[in-house]
């Protein structure tokens, strides 16, 4: 079966050619990030990746996490491989070296993580949401807290979780019923029931450290009333030993359609009714400003997990497409061929790549964007990322994640037959990937979001001024003269306008309209996904073209630049085509949409 | 959890309004079929579907079927429901009478059929198969095998399978090297393996009649040596009762993503060295000739079975929605609201029901046209129909599978987390949508079908006289005058000439770039597939329309036509949308598909 191999001439071109890692590594903070230990810790996590997590990916799947009364086992090799994780520092590879962390850029910490999770998304899963509770922490917590559990966090010794959805509240954390008592010591006693709690429990580590949502008493209703607290599954002594077990229990874990590997965890606080000992984390009432903050962060990184399961796919159905012998060629031939001389076995090959190009780049770019938020020196710059950053991740989230569950789909009918049937490996990426549009907020959540708080709520001015930026991407293009580029830039042109009159629509209607409008959040994310995605292959293919032109091949390699090309052409075809279509819906499709009554339904 | 309710009222519009019923029932030898007779059986196999084969599936998922050396063992319930399944005369339905079927047309037996397979596709196969083997057995058997094997099959009392598939010969039977020894006394010996066989090996019926592909010695290279046999899993005695066990033996069962009820067999024929027991059908060498036939009534049945899992898509996502009370209405609300009042959710779910609704008037339609290919009087109308069947055949069972695995894929989405947990049954659709666009040909080689044989054979002859008569709907739905029809007339329009341009280009390139024509193959057949499912909407707004000028009301129901109107418009809105891009696709995306050279991958 096809194991995973880290695409780091890929990766080296996005970084260094589309993302920026050079003036990432100018900014402030970030000088340790030089070319060469750049690359030598991308190929130490391709080795990571290749020779440790993608061994563990299938059997992972087939044995799955176990519960019992004793807690969550999880599946062979899976603790030794924690543990390796943890020796060799990657948990802390982007924290605050304050509490041990190496410091270094988000944009490689991207490029690092889409590499665990294209080897083994269940188990990347438990370091991703470790970091996230980590940089709540950060954000928030006293200082004696920070002292307390960063360090332990940041080594990756204990993992954390984020405890939000509750039976009646998933979408809707307004409707969230857990409480939290205050006790006289300043601690709190934590009663309630969580669900779908990633990694609540397991035994790959000493300690747990939850992050729980729950209301103070008298905490005012909805949204505005929820806290945040710390809840350790062991609780610590003064002298950061462990002491006794606090009032948190896993009751059961989920059987779910993939991910087997990574425990979905009901967990019960205070059963005993002794309550959970926890901490309160920033203001009381202030817990979902806060996980919001942690939860763009969250995002991103499953926007990243589409990336890597998108680059999984692409590599297994190619490794099958040029082994699997079936049929003649079209054009004729005395033998039969590989299925990848199939013309439509193409299509589906270069859908895949061109389409995982197009994210990686995308991807990339809003991590080197967050870098610029929090380490620019000038403010307005800082502003200016920030911006970009919030404009764009619910774009990454939702587009790379639907795009991963279509090209999960092409891998399998790839396959064909031998795809249907569990030993191939591919019918688990179908089922991993599923998730990942509903997690941390489904692809309507982040329409939502998106159509909403980031387009009409300023009129449409950051997405113009985006667009202005990939419009001059087309004027470049068509300057430079070579067919090529100009053959890209036109359909990236007639989509950006496409793009255009949606978001046009959107902004005139709003305010009067919003129901209507709404209806075609999901194919505006999309077709915004689409375009920027576009944009970010010209830009790869403009970057090419200007190699060739100076003969200075990518890593010395002739034939990587003219792929590009024909990357981004491919793109232009087959995928831009479709970007006329959704604006269509968009600014039509509201009124048919909502127009039968509820009770035809 | 939702369990499935037959959409009589849906089912009967189609039939009667837009697939010609009264003309059916009209044809020598349709008699039968009067409108109280197909009302009568519509719902009798609604109550079948409902309360007999969907209260299984669930069950039969989770179990599934089991292997061990004494055979395979069917889910608990699934012997018995088979039982009664067979004691109501199901299977016969539009069987020959000769042999104890009730010859009823292929139109109604399409609606009862969607019930099977929305209720249980699991289930739903072991009939169909048995209906494949048994039409094909009348097709070219002696009369001496007809009448030793036909009445039990028909009757359902022995089930039927098809033995294609080695590992070597999935999509390409030419490589086909199960072989055939004649012996002295007229019979057959047959050697060989055969994999993916559904229901190979169960024990819900006495006696299975394998239907296999094999080669006859010194037989020519390739498909046009292949001939077919039937095997008996127990022989059969003159006196047509049972005799000893044949050289066939299902060796083990494949460990699927879904359709876990329906045993997917690896068989294996003359283990012991003595041979299998068979009996040429038909010519020498003409295997495939006769089972091309057969396969396209199993791609028709398959495509049902996309229609029958949309529908079910569809129900359950209603269910859910209605149900589930999560958030608040986005126009502003006090309470939460059930999600189906969110914008995103009514257009996932408006998706759902109007291209099942869409799917549901093609697959009908081309049922009556199977009708009249074979039961017209006049030769012209039969040859007139049977092109009909053959140009659209492709068509429902690539659109209609990959559309159903859309929403199948949508009806999750709607779910949520709750849809990625395995109890809640929609993982289960999806898992079990997933293999209809692989077997009896994945949707590349229906495209490679549609392109070659049905489109650019006939320099695109039978494709124009469809257009024409679709582009007459929209003359009729313009010339209407109501805002409704032409609001569905202009899209539907602008789709056609999209499917014209993409069919233009086919034609005036497949002699000089087969390759590159082939690229566009699936998007083409998407094409033709969401225009020709635009045109039944049209036809349907159509028929409701004249119904509501006319103030009668279908089945008294003053809100269903309404409705039509709204699906229709709904539809052009949302999917005809996309048509425009798909046939830009097909004209301009073959060059850079296959530009890339094959090491490049």
């Known amino acids: 079966m096809h194991s995973y191999t880290a695409p780091l001439r890929d990766m080296r071109f996005v970084l260094k050619e589309l993302s920026g890692l050079e003036q990432v590594a100018r900014l402030p903070g970030y000088e340790d990030a030089t070319p060469d230990m750049v690359d030598a810790i991308l190929e130490e996590a391709a080795r990571f990746a290749g020779g440790v997590l993608a061994p563990l990916n299938a059997s992972g799947d087939r044995t799955g996490a176990h519960w019992d009364k004793q807690g969550v086992t999880m599946p062979p090799g899976f603790r030794e491989a924690y543990q390796q994780f943890v020796a060799n520092g990657w948990t802390g590879l982007a924290a605050n070296p304050e509490y041990g962390g190496q410091g270094l850029p988000l944009l490689l910490s991207a490029a690092v993580q889409e590499m665990w999770k294209s080897a083994n998304m269940a188990f990347s899963l438990c370091p991703m949401l470790t970091i996230g509770a980590a940089e709540t922490i950060e954000l928030v917590a006293s200082d004696e807290l920070k002292a307390r559990y960063l360090p332990l966090l940041v080594s990756g010794e204990w993992t954390g979780t984020m405890n939000l959805t509750e039976p009646q509240a998933g979408s809707d954390l307004a409707a969230i019923r857990a409480r939290a008592e205050p006790q006289t010591d300043g601690t709190y006693r934590l009663f309630g029931q969580k669900i779908f709690i990633t990694y609540g429990e397991h035994d790959l580590a000493a300690n747990t450290v939850h992050l729980v949502l729950a209301r103070l008493p008298n905490a005012p209703a909805g949204v505005k009333g929820i806290s945040l607290f710390l809840v350790p599954k062991r609780l610590v002594n003064d002298d950061g030993s462990l002491g006794a077990q606090n009032d948190v229990l896993c009751t059961s874990i989920e059987n779910k359609l993939g991910i087997h590997a990574s425990p979905t965890c009901v967990m019960l606080y205070g059963e005993s009714g002794r309550g959970a000992e926890g901490y309160l984390l920033g203001a009381p009432h202030q817990g979902l400003a806060t996980m919001f903050i942690m939860m763009n962060a969250a995002r991103f990184a499953v926007g990243l997990e589409g990336l890597a399961l998108s680059e999984l796919a692409y590599q297994k159905a190619v490794a099958y497409a040029k082994s699997r012998v079936q049929g003649r060629a079209i054009e004729g031939s005395t033998d039969s061929v590989p299925i990848i001389r199939h013309p ?15 994210m990686r780049a995308l991807a990339y770019t809003v991590a080197a964007a967050q870098d610029a938020a929090s380490h620019e020196v000038d403010p307005a710059e800082r502003d200016r990322s920030a911006a970009f950053v919030d404009l764009l991740t619910p774009v990454i989230k939702g587009w790379c994640t639907e795009t991963a569950n279509e090209l999960a789909n092409l891998c399998l009918q790839v396959h064909g037959g031998a795809g249907y049937v569990e030993e191939t490996g591919v019918a688990q990426l179908l089922r991993d990937a599923r998730i990942t549009t509903i997690y941390e907020g489904t692809t309507g959540i982040q329409a939502n979001d998106l159509v909403g708080r980031k387009v009409a709520r300023d009129g449409g001015a950051a997405l113009l001024g985006l667009m202005h930026v990939m419009q001059q991407t087309c004027v470049t293009l068509e300057e430079h003269g070579s067919e090529d580029l100009a053959h890209i830039a036109k359909p990236l042109g007639r989509a950006i306008d496409a793009l255009a009159q949606a978001a046009e629509y959107i902004v005139n209607h709003y305010g009067t309209d919003v129901r209507g409008v709404m209806v075609g959040s999901v194919p505006f994310l999309r077709l915004f996904g689409l375009v920027a995605g576009g944009w970010m292959m010209a830009r790869a293919a403009h970057a090419a073209q200007l190699r060739i032109d100076a003969d200075q ?16 052409r491919f793109y232009a075809d087959h995928v831009l085509s479709t970007a006329m279509g959704l604006a269509r819906t968009v600014v039509n499709g509201g009124a048919s949409a909502l127009e039968l009554d509820e009770g035809f339904f």
Not at 344 to 358: F, I, K, N, P, S
Not at 553 to 568: I, N, Q, R, Y
């Open 344 to 358: 439509d076995v193409r299509r589906m090959l270069m859908l895949m790549r061109t389409q995982t190009e197009a």
């Open 553 to 568: 091949p990518f890593e010395g390699d002739v034939t990587f630049c003219p792929a590009k090309l024909v990357s981004a």
